[in-house]
């Protein structure tokens, strides 16, 4: 699976922005997908994921609140809502997703959990 980000950009603090993600080819109900962020000399952290199957969200701490993640199944797509942005949310935003074995699957915070990643969309936030 190729996954296709976008919607990155400028903006200030306080703005929002709509980061999108497309699969290369049909999911299953059984997929998770996820954003996560890497800010220059840090490691990759968690953002949100979003189950397939039930819609089921989890959300980083950071995130909670500010930020929406929603999925279209017949477009085969992923996006993040983000609203009240922080000059720390500047990062580069990965979209990732992982295929489970089962239905009811918890969703994972950790990278090494999913298989596909996306090439990372910029987000920029100025004081």
């Known amino acids: 699976v190729q996954l296709q980000a976008s919607g990155g950009g400028l903006v200030q603090a306080g703005g929002s922005l709509r980061l999108s993600c497309e699969a290369s080819r049909r999911t299953s109900s059984k997929f998770h997908m996820g954003w996560f962020r890497q800010a220059p000399g840090k490691e990759r952290e968690f953002v949100a994921a979003?189950?397939?199957?039930?819609?089921?969200?989890d959300y980083a701490d950071s995130s909670e609140g500010r930020f929406t993640i929603s999925r279209d199944i017949g477009k085969d797509s992923v996006y993040l809502q983000m609203n009240s942005l922080k000059p720390e949310d500047t990062a580069l935003y990965y979209c990732?997703?992982?295929?489970?074995?089962?239905?009811?699957?918890?969703?994972?915070?950790?990278?090494?959990?999913?298989?596909?990643w996306g090439q990372g969309t910029q987000v920029t936030v100025s004081s």
């Open positions: 979003i189950r397939w199957f039930d819609d089921n969200t």
């Open positions: 990732a997703a992982r295929n489970t074995m089962s239905f009811r699957v918890t969703l994972s915070k950790a990278v090494h959990d999913y298989r596909f």
